[in-house]
Each structure stands twice: as structure tokens, then as C-alpha cells.
């Protein structure tokens, strides 16, 4: 599933190519990809056709794009698209009569007969939703704490209530109660920056080093940003269509049994949660006391 410098990515190709334009007609081509949205198909694109888009803003691993009031272009935003896009969502710009995708699931098309928006989403996973805003968030977002990137996150707020938790580390960076957008990659990432194991008891960590985590998680989704996401398969894209590299970057994701970049011990990769954990055994050291 993609986190969040790859929903970033995505959210900034989008400002790019849809705001300020209009909503000219809505097709829905697979039901399901609108299943989150209680009016169903003719609903949402009823609702969408004579709106203006007047951006694309993210929390976490949530997108939405604002929708003018009924003011119309220039009028407070009151709703707004949400998407999810799951495990295989991608939302593409695209020439209007260029050929469909195998997987295609909504078009839009705009007054302005520019380059069309497309939902292609392969396992159904995702979807999208008019939902209404509320202080400029979408309702069904509004529960998901900020994330590590937005410039209003509470870094001291953070640590405090990570240290309040009884749990393990990496279930705590995964909490998008506590900071959204961090996923299984960067987690994993982060905590080999740290040099800290993924069951350490949050409760046991010094603010230090709890800061530190923090540090290191920010960065290294900073540079996944810059390298635009990171893509395994064909899956993630950007609104172009191409994919992110920050694969070559990753020191321990992925990595089973390739040497540490740090100190050349072969990573290990261990359940955690129904999923993978990887980390340097000596690097990252199994604590005194763990939670799992």
C-alpha cells in the first residue's frame, strides 16, 4: 500500500493538473469504486458534474480535492472528493480519448476538454467519496492524526504520548492515531536509522531517543519524497504514470539476507502483525524488554 510519500507525490501532481478546473461529466465504470460513497454511482457523479476543483490536499495517506461551495469557483470549499487508494489505486491524468486501461474504474472529464482525471485501480481495494469538509477536513479523516510532514505536527506532543503507550515500537509508528502516513517501509526504515528494534518498549524509551525515531522516520520519507516513492511493482505510479525509485535507496526493507549497508550483518526478516519486520541483528539489537 502505498504511504505517504507516495500518496505526496500523487497529491502534488494532482494540485498541479486539477485545480481551478470544473467538472464536466463523471462516468463510473466499476461500481465498487465508489462503494464508500452512500449515494452509489449516478449519486456521485451527479454531485460532481458543474463542481470546481480548487486543489488536492493530503493527511497521512488520505487525498482529497476540495470542491468550490455553491458559490462556485472562488467560494469556500464544503465538500470534497475523497480517495483511498489502497493497495493498487492510482489516479491519472490523461488525454482525453487516449485509450482506457484494463482496470479503469471512474473518468472525469472537464469543461475546459483538457487531460481527463482517471481512478485505475486493479484489486478493487480503494475508492472515492464526495464527503463533506469540516474545518477543512474530510469527516472520515478527521479521527487521523497529523503527519510527520505537516509543518503544524506536534514533534514533543508525539513523543509524550508514544511514551504513554504500552506496546512495541513499530506498532506505535504504524498508529495513524498517534502520526499518519507511516507505513511498514518506512517504519522499518526509520527504526534501522535509530538503531532501535521494532518490539522496544515504548515505555521503557528515553525522550531522546524517542525524538530520534521521530528524526529519522521524517527524513527518510523526506527522501523518498524526493526520490518520488518507492515502487516495487507497476502498481505505484505517479499521475504521469511513472514510477518512484527510492527502492535502490532502502537500507533494510526488502534486504533479507544482503549485508548492512552500516556494519555488513546479513538482515533478517522476522513476522510482525501478519506482515514483515527487517532489521540488522546487530544494528538493531532484540531488547531487554519487548512488546510485540
Avoid at 503544524?152 to 503507550?165: M, P
Avoid at 539476507?257 to 522476522?270: A, H, M, T
Amino acid at each position: 500500500m502505498p504511504e505517504l510519500p507516495e500518496v505526496e507525490v500523487v497529491r502534488r501532481g494532482l494540485a498541479r493538473w486539477v485545480a481551478g478546473r470544473t467538472v464536466a461529466a463523471v462516468e463510473v465504470t466499476h461500481p465498487r469504486a465508489v462503494r464508500r460513497h452512500p449515494g452509489g454511482d449516478a449519486d456521485f457523479a451527479a454531485r460532481l458534474r458543474g463542481r470546481t476543483l480548487t486543489g488536492a490536499s493530503r493527511r497521512g495517506k488520505y487525498l482529497w480535492l476540495p470542491m468550490a461551495g455553491p458559490g462556485g469557483p472562488g467560494s469556500q470549499p464544503d465538500e470534497a472528493v475523497l480517495a483511498h487508494l489502497g493497495m493498487s489505486g492510482q489516479l491519472l491524468v490523461r488525454p482525453p480519448g487516449s485509450p482506457d486501461e484494463t482496470h479503469l474504474r471512474v473518468r472525469f472529464a472537464f469543461t475546459d476538454d483538457g487531460p481527463e482525471l482517471r481512478f485505475v485501480d486493479q484489486r478493487t481495494f480503494g475508492g472515492l467519496a464526495v464527503v463533506d469538509l469540516v474545518d477543512g477536513v474530510p469527516e472520515p479523516v478527521a479521527h487521523i492524526g497529523r503527519d510527520p510532514l505537516d509543518p503544524d505536527f506536534d514533534d514533543e506532543a508525539w513523543v509524550a504520548a508514544l511514551r504513554r503507550r504500552r506496546t512495541g515500537l513499530k506498532r506505535a509508528l504504524l498508529d495513524q492515531s498517534l502520526a499518519s502516513g507511516i507505513g511498514n517501509i518506512y517504519a522499518d526504515e526509520a527504526l534501522w536509522q535509530a538503531r532501535l528494534h521494532w518490539a522496544r518498549a515504548t515505555d521503557t524509551l528515553p525522550k531522546p531517543k524517542a525524538r530520534l525515531v521521530m528524526d529519522a522516520a521524517r527524513a527518510v520519507m523526506v527522501e523518498a519524497l524526493e526520490a518520488g516513492g518507492t515502487s516495487f511493482d507497476s502498481l505505484y505510479v505517479n499521475v504521469n504514470g511513472e514510477s518512484g525509485y527510492f527502492d535502490r535507496r532502502l537500507h533494510v526493507y526488502g534486504r533479507t539476507g544482503e549485508p548492512c549497508d552500516r556494519c555488513g550483518s546479513l538482515i533478517v526478516r522476522e513476522a510482525f502483525m501478519n506482515r514483515s519486520s527487517f532489521r540488522c541483528p546487530h544494528c538493531q539489537p532484540r531488547p531487554r524488554q519487548a512488546r510485540w
